[in-house]
């Protein structure tokens, strides 16, 4: 399994200073939390895509991970998520194709719709498309990335006629895709049907919710013929505070799950961590609960920790990171590696999927489904 973070950049005052950092601030915060990622040994950093305060995540993440690759010698860059409705596939297979070459295949991505609703008239969309969007620029987002001399016609964008996207995918291997939702179907339908992963952000839902959008993503990955269910691919998210005892970690993260922008004002902080994956206490307990997470999502392949919102100090979330990759994660590793069954699939590398294209081992939109018709 791949061990990560995530970050959405949000610019939030620090609740018991009443300090917000400026903008530059909490971009180069970012980068001191990515490098300190690699320092210590996790495999995976994500960084959001928004265009709107209070966040600044970039709005093009292709120049972060290029950044950050130069920085970074074997950390894998990843998007948490990339906006398929309001972002041109055209651009996306341009961008994510270059900065592939750039880091040398450390990359991949996670498409999702976002949660804002003004960005969609920004860019001339209507959230009210939203799913047929993510379809549709999904599939031309995948046929650029395969195919030379594109021709398309779709309801959405202005034809291609004649079209070659440029450059070409690093060793004619396509960035891997997950596809993230944390409520439509309809986008786990889409991510078994081409064979990709499903990134499940679980951390505002309930294990009987996660447990359900992973097991359909599962069993129509297996319907297309991809492989068995228990060979799909699947990601989760959440979120951790850590303290040598467990009553001085929710004493001081308290303060900001209470001002927290995205669930401030809501259920208490023992409510949403009895609901939710929300594990605030000792590493021990965050590695309990992080081993818990099998028993209704199955043996899956990424997990990645919301580690830098809602105010949090620089200082402290360093502090989180060095608990967590070298406290937390090396038991995580051993427990999952002894308790995998075989033939659990690898999470998804460039290298990996180079050996899978060798060996004629891709898999084909629809699968067994589409070469039937």
Do not use: C
């Not at 210590?40 to 690759?69: C, E, R, S």
């Not at 779709?154 to 939702?181: C, E, I, K």
């Not at 590493?283 to 609960?289: A, D, G, H, M, T």
């Not at 997990?303 to 105010?311: E, N, S």
């Amino acid at each position: 399994m791949q061990f990560g973070i995530f970050s959405i950049g949000d610019v939030t005052p620090d609740p018991t200073t009443g300090r917000a950092p400026s903008e530059h601030e909490r971009i180069q915060a970012t980068v001191a939390i990515a490098q300190k990622a690699e320092e210590v040994g996790l495999d995976v950093f994500a960084i959001g895509q928004h265009h709107n305060p209070p966040f600044v995540a970039p709005a093009n993440p292709p120049i972060f991970m290029a950044h950050m690759a130069a920085q970074t010698e074997r950390l894998q860059f990843s998007t948490a998520t990339t906006l398929i409705t309001t972002t041109d596939p055209v651009r996306l297979a341009e961008d994510y194709a270059y900065v592939q070459h750039l880091t040398g295949g450390r990359i991949d991505l996670t498409l999702g719709r976002g949660n804002t609703g003004p960005v969609y008239p920004w860019f001339g969309k209507d959230i009210r498309a939203g799913i047929p969007l993510a379809v549709e620029n999904y599939a031309l987002l995948h046929r650029l990335w395969r195919e030379e001399d594109v021709e398309w016609q779709g309801r959405y964008r202005t034809p291609l006629q004649n079209f070659t996207s440029t450059p070409r995918p690093l060793d004619g291997v396509a960035p891997f895709v997950w596809h993230g939702s944390i409520r439509s179907p309809e986008i786990a339908e889409q991510a078994a049907y081409y064979g990709d992963g499903f990134f499940h952000n679980n951390i505002f839902w309930n294990k009987e919710h996660t447990g359900r959008m992973v097991d359909l993503y599962r069993e129509r990955f297996e319907h297309y013929g991809h492989g068995t269910a228990g060979q799909a691919i699947v990601g989760l998210g959440g979120q951790v505070f850590m303290r040598r005892n467990s009553q001085d970690a929710v004493r001081e993260f308290r303060p900001y799950f209470d001002n927290a922008p995205v669930y401030g004002g809501g259920p208490s902080l023992e409510d949403f961590t009895a609901q939710t994956p929300l594990t605030v206490g000792t590493p021990e307990q965050v590695i309990e609960r992080t081993l818990s997470f099998r028993e209704y999502a199955g043996d899956y392949q990424r997990q990645l920790f919301l580690m830098d919102h809602a105010g949090l100090p620089l200082k402290t979330v360093l502090e989180q990171i060095d608990m967590l990759g070298e406290e937390v994660v090396p038991v995580l590793r051993r427990e999952v590696a002894a308790r995998a069954p075989e033939g659990t699939p690898e999470p998804p590398t460039h290298e990996l999927l180079k050996a899978r294209r060798a060996e004629g081992r891709e898999p084909v939109p629809g699968g067994t489904q589409q070469q039937e018709r």
